[in-house]
C-alpha cells in the first residue's frame, strides 16, 4: 500500500534514502551532500518539512519500503500574489502513472491556503509528464533555462529555434561552454555592447544591510512569472551561508540600494543564483554592472565554468546574458499553471 509522508514525518533513514533517490535521478545533483537537502527541505521555502511529500511502496518481503517519487510546495507568495508553486517533482522510471496521485496529494497540502494560481514545474527528465499535466487543467508558460558563460556574445538560442523532439539545445551552446581563464578580467558586452565607467558600490551584504538587499530583491523578483519574496527571519536563514561574504552583495548608485547580486561556488563551478536590479532603475545599466561584478567576483574564486538558471519570458534578462558571452545550454524545466477559485481542495486528501 502506498503512503504520502511529509518531509518532517520522515525518519532518518528514510531520509538517507530520499538523497540517495533524488540524487540517483539528476546528471548534475542540485544537493552536494544530504545535509543540503536536509537543510533545503527543512527550511522557511518548504515550511519546515511540513510542504514536502513524498510516496512511498512497500519493498519485497522483509525490506524497508521505497520511495518513489515527491513533490514539494511552495506557498510564501500566496498571500501576496495568490500564487502556489510545486517545484521539485521526483518520479521513479516507470512510475509515471503514479503522477496524478502525487500531485492530488501535493495539493491537498494547500487546500487551506487561498490562492489564485498553481505554479507546476515539471523538470526535462519528465517533460512526457506536460500533457497529462495539461489535461488535468494546467497550460504551459515558460521554461526554465541554464545558461553558460561561453566568452563570446550569442545571437543563436534555443530559444528561437522551433522545438525538435528529443533534439539538444542548437546554436553556440551545442558545442558547449568555454571555460574562463583564472585570473581573467571580464568586461561586459564584448563587441556588442561597449562598457561604461562603474557607476555602482557594491557592499558584502551582512546583517545590517540586509534590509537593503531584501528592499532590491523583493521589488525586483515580485514582480517576475516566478517572484519570490522574503522578510528579514526568512532571508537570515536562506542566505545564512552567504551573509557577511561577497558571495551576497548590493550595489549603491549615490548612496541608494539599486541592484543585488547573490552567488554560488561549488568546486570549480560559479553560479549565478540571482541578479536584480530596482524596478524604478531599469534602462540605466544596472543590471550589466552587476553582471560585471557577479562575474568578476566569481572569477576572483578561480571558478572554471559560470552558470546561472532564467527563464524564457523573462526576455529582458535573456537578452542581458546573451549580448555578454552567455549560451543557453539546456532546458531545465517546463511550467505550467491553472488558475483556480479562492480555494483549491483536494477530495483524496
Known amino acids: 500500500?502506498?503512503?504520502?509522508?511529509?518531509?518532517?514525518?520522515?525518519?532518518?533513514?528514510?531520509?538517507?534514502?530520499?538523497?540517495?533517490?533524488?540524487?540517483?535521478?539528476?546528471?548534475?545533483?542540485?544537493?552536494?551532500?544530504?545535509?543540503?537537502?536536509?537543510?533545503?527541505?527543512?527550511g522557511p521555502v518548504f515550511e519546515c518539512g511540513r510542504q514536502h511529500i513524498s510516496v512511498w511502496l512497500p519493498g519485497p518481503a522483509g525490506a524497508a519500503e521505497r520511495v518513489v517519487g515527491c513533490l514539494g510546495v511552495v506557498t510564501r507568495e500566496a498571500a501576496s500574489q495568490g500564487v502556489v508553486y510545486l517545484a521539485g517533482l521526483y518520479l521513479e522510471p516507470g512510475q509515471a502513472g503514479l503522477f496524478g496521485e502525487l500531485l492530488e496529494a501535493a495539493l491537498g497540502l494547500v487546500r487551506e491556503v487561498p490562492h489564485r494560481v498553481v505554479k507546476l514545474g515539471i523538470p526535462e527528465r519528465h517533460r512526457d509528464l506536460v500533457g497529462e499535466a495539461e489535461r488535468a487543467g494546467f497550460r504551459l508558460v515558460y521554461r526554465a533555462l541554464e545558461m553558460r558563460y561561453a566568452g563570446q556574445s550569442a545571437a543563436a538560442s534555443v530559444l528561437d529555434r522551433p522545438e525538435t523532439e528529443g533534439s539538444p539545445p542548437a546554436g553556440p551552446a551545442a558545442e558547449g561552454p568555454r571555460p574562463v581563464r583564472p585570473g581573467a578580467e571580464w568586461a561586459p558586452g564584448g563587441p556588442h555592447e561597449a562598457g561604461s565607467a562603474a557607476r555602482l558600490r557594491f557592499e558584502q551584504v551582512d546583517r545590517s544591510r540586509l534590509v537593503h538587499f531584501l528592499d532590491v530583491h523583493n521589488a525586483a523578483f515580485s514582480a517576475t512569472p516566478n517572484g519570490a519574496t522574503f522578510d528579514e527571519e526568512q532571508a537570515r536563514e536562506v542566505f545564512r551561508e552567504s551573509l557577511g561574504t561577497d558571495l551576497?552583495?548590493?550595489?549603491?548608485?549615490?548612496?541608494?540600494?539599486?541592484?543585488?547580486?547573490?552567488?554560488?561556488?561549488?568546486?570549480?563551478?560559479?553560479?549565478?543564483?540571482?541578479?536584480?536590479?530596482?524596478?524604478?532603475?531599469?534602462?540605466?545599466?544596472?543590471?550589466?554592472?552587476?553582471?560585471?561584478?557577479?562575474?568578476?567576483?566569481?572569477?576572483?574564486?578561480?571558478?572554471?565554468?559560470?552558470?546561472?538558471?532564467?527563464?524564457?519570458?523573462?526576455?529582458?534578462?535573456?537578452?542581458?546574458?546573451?549580448?555578454?558571452?552567455?549560451?543557453?545550454?539546456?532546458?531545465?524545466?517546463?511550467?505550467?499553471?491553472?488558475?483556480?477559485?479562492?480555494?483549491?481542495?483536494?477530495?483524496?486528501?
Not at 509522508?5 to 535521478?25: G, H, M, P, S, V
Not at 544537493?31 to 536536509?38: H, P, W
Not at 505550467?336 to 480555494?343: D, K, T, Y
Open 248 to 349: 551576497l552583495q548590493v550595489g549603491y548608485a549615490g548612496g541608494k540600494p539599486v541592484c543585488v547580486v547573490e552567488l554560488a561556488v561549488k568546486g570549480d563551478e560559479g553560479e549565478i543564483l540571482g541578479l536584480g536590479v530596482l524596478p524604478e532603475e531599469w534602462g540605466r545599466g544596472y543590471g550589466r554592472e552587476g553582471l560585471a561584478r557577479a562575474m568578476e567576483t566569481l572569477i576572483r574564486h578561480g571558478v572554471q565554468k559560470i552558470c546561472l538558471t532564467v527563464i524564457d519570458a523573462n526576455r529582458r534578462a535573456v537578452n542581458l546574458y546573451l549580448r555578454n558571452g552567455f549560451v543557453v545550454d539546456r532546458i531545465l524545466s517546463t511550467w505550467l499553471e491553472r488558475r483556480v477559485g479562492p480555494a483549491l481542495t483536494c477530495e483524496r486528501c
Open 1 to 42: 500500500m502506498r503512503r504520502y509522508l511529509r518531509f518532517c514525518e520522515l525518519e532518518e533513514a528514510q531520509i538517507e534514502r530520499l538523497y540517495r533517490f533524488i540524487t540517483t535521478l539528476e546528471l548534475r545533483p542540485s544537493f552536494r551532500t544530504l545535509a543540503e537537502m536536509v537543510s533545503d527541505y527543512t
